[in-house]
């Protein structure tokens, strides 16, 4: 069992079956402190009202998808620092692209495994400023991970 | 050989005529030779047009039966692509000329014609007789169908590669009238039967001049093979159409599988890790077996979205120089441990100065890690990676001491569902069945190969070989690879 931990995550997903599912793992598992919201505009909402050390984020989602969420969040002063942590089921070819051109921390691909995802969030939370990370994320990407193939 | 002119005469004045045939056999030389015979009306000339062709016509224009220019009209009607050659008196020199307009080639005073004058004009028949041969020579021997028709529809000739289309001898079509419909503009297609079942012609015509009379010229071409090319082309269209279709309804159906799973996945790790209440031992074991399951599904999704990717030909490629000894080193320091952990002793034998490859490093990485995964489940007690120097570039070799391939097995392993019986039981790991066609549609888009057979004194072995990188290229990565250590 990993160590508990005290850090505010947000969870923006439209499927509810794996909020429900995520918010049990983090909260009673990890001991995280989790706020739910199903759609982007919630998210926004909760974002500027829960103040999450990190955001873990659906990107297919109805209205507003999850880059879009993205762009919306490094607008606004008050939740442009927040660390993203994409998890997606979509792997497109140009996923590592669009995240690293959004300030995304990091990419997970559904199903994800335990190991990884607390690892994502644990190394986001406390993450004072994720934009000075940038260039350290740049040198990671040219070695192009791609997270299809770790499955 | 002697050439015949045929030519005939058309005058009623028998001592006229016998002058004529006087200069004519004079006329004659080594080469040439002239056939001449003689008609005193037009109804006799008209007669012999109708029983056989001649070269030239030499006409005097007051017959019996006919005078002036109507003579030359009825003449021209019968045989319009017979040259003429008016004869007249003095008196009537104007005549000659208006004949020349009404379509005559040329006209002699009777009074003066000598022996060279005719043959001048006799000549000029020769030459275009010359001439017609080397035309009829050309559409002889054009490979599509030539067919020339009167402006009554009469075929007045027909090409070999037409009569071999229509499926006719000469005799069959020269005189009687085309019997397919001629296209209105443009193109039109007929079908015909042919040697090989049916043959489909393509009509054109166009109108020309045809011995002095509007005529139409009607071209065959058989495209019969060029519409089972374009029925082939359309077929690969459609089937990649049907292709690009499966790929889409794979990829979606393999995404949306993956948010259900990942749903699963987590519910039963909560139940795996008591967040949600104490389990029996028996509870333990059935959600244990449950959550390798689910692992098993999303490594089969994952590998089934690789090479679906690949297959599609949408994979990117990324091509590099490479150096294959610090590569293999790379791959195997990450995976020490976990062979560690089974017991299985890991050996690395490079051979000193390889050349750098080009590939696609992830790529690479991907087919060897599955090749060293699939070593471990065999293994015994060991497996070596072995890179050597081969033709044209390096041969990386993956090789355990398991129990080695079943014979008759070796080139199947690359097919899609294809395992070998499992070593470990139920209850180890098992493969998705599309690893190694994975593996070898990588090795592909990286324009090397993979192949596998039993190595002496060990078990399986599997081989890559990857192309070398340009000497160039692999110099200035070389280069900059100095500079970075």
Not at chain 2, 36 to 51: E, I, T
Not at chain 2, 294 to 308: A, E, P
Request: glycine share 8%; net charge neutral; aromatic share 4%.
């Amino acid at each position: 069992m990993p160590n508990p931990h005290s850090g505010r995550v947000l969870i923006v997903d439209d499927e509810s079956d794996l909020t429900e599912a995520l918010a049990i793992r983090l909260t009673s598992g990890w001991g995280f402190t989790v706020a739910v919201a199903h759609d982007a505009e919630e998210g926004l909402r909760k974002a500027s009202v829960f103040m999450p050390e990190v955001i873990l984020l659906d990107i297919a989602m109805p209205r507003i998808d999850g880059w879009e969420m993205c762009r919306r969040l490094r607008d606004d002063p008050n939740t442009r620092n927040i660390p993203i942590v994409v998890m997606t089921a979509w792997a497109t070819d140009d996923l590592q692209r669009l995240a690293a051109s959004e300030c995304v921390t990091k990419v997970l691909l559904k199903p994800a495994e335990d190991q990884e995802l607390l690892a994502a969030l644990k190394s986001s939370c406390g993450v004072a400023r994720p934009r000075d990370a940038q260039a350290e994320r740049g040198r990671k990407h040219r070695r192009r991970s791609h997270p299809r193939r770790r499955h | 050989m002697k050439e015949t002119i045929s030519v005939l005469l058309i005058e009623d004045d028998p001592d006229y005529t016998l002058l004529m045939n006087l200069y004519i056999n004079e006329a004659c030389g080594e080469h040439i030779k002239f056939d001449m015979q003689c008609a005193v009306s037009l109804a006799q000339g008209l007669d012999l047009l109708a029983r056989r062709e001649f070269d030239i016509i030499l006409l005097d224009l007051m017959l019996p039966d006919s005078q002036g220019l109507d003579t030359l009209s009825a003449l021209r009607c019968r045989a319009p692509g017979t040259p003429i050659v008016v004869l007249t008196n003095l008196a009537l020199e104007n005549t000659g000329i208006s004949a020349i307009g009404a379509g005559a080639q040329d006209f002699l005073i009777k009074s003066k014609v000598d022996q060279e004058q005719l043959r001048r004009a006799i000549g000029y028949a020769l030459e275009r007789s010359r001439l017609y041969g080397q035309m009829e020579g050309l559409a002889s021997s054009a490979p599509d169908g030539i067919v020339i028709v009167d402006a009554a529809r009469m075929v007045r000739y027909a090409n070999p590669a037409a009569l071999a289309l229509l499926g006719r001898a000469m005799e069959d079509v020269q005189g009687r009238e085309f019997e397919h419909p001629l296209p209105d503009g443009g193109a039109s297609g007929l079908t015909l039967p042919g040697p090989d079942g049916v043959t489909t012609v393509e009509l054109r015509q166009s109108a020309i001049q045809w011995r002095g009379a509007p005529a139409r010229l009607i071209t065959l071409r058989d495209i019969t093979q060029l519409r089972k090319f374009e029925q082939i082309k359309a077929e690969i269209a459609e089937r990649r159409r049907l292709d690009k279709l499966k790929d889409n309804l794979l990829s979606t159906v393999s995404h949306e599988l993956r948010t259900p799973l990942s749903i699963i996945k987590m519910a039963v790790g909560s139940i795996r890790d008591r967040l949600v209440g104490p389990l029996t031992s028996d509870q333990v074991k059935m959600i244990q077996t449950a959550d390798r399951n689910i692992s098993r599904l999303t490594r089969i999704l994952g590998n089934f979205l690789d090479l679906s990717r690949l297959e599609s030909g949408n994979a990117c490629v990324d091509l590099q120089p490479l150096d294959p000894g610090e590569l293999i080193r790379e791959i195997t320091d990450d995976l020490r441990m976990t062979y560690k952990a089974k017991h299985v002793l890991l050996l690395v034998e490079a051979a000193q100065g390889l050349p750098w490859v080009r590939a696609d490093r992830d790529m690479i990485t991907q087919v060897l890690g599955n090749l060293l995964d699939n070593a471990l489940r065999y293994a015994r007690e060991r497996v070596q990676v072995r890179a050597k120097p081969a033709e044209g570039g390096v041969v990386i070799s993956v090789i355990d001491d398991g129990r080695g391939i079943p014979e008759g097995m070796a080139a199947d392993l690359f097919d899609k569902f294809i395992q070998l019986d499992r070593p470990k039981g139920g209850a180890g790991y098992k493969g998705t069945g599309l690893g190694l066609a994975i593996c070898r549609e990588i090795m592909s888009l990286n324009g090397g190969s993979i192949w596998a057979e039993n190595v002496k004194g060990w078990g399986a072995g599997f081989h890559i070989s990857l192309p070398a990188s340009a000497p160039a290229a692999a110099a200035a990565a070389g280069g900059q690879r100095a500079q970075s250590t």
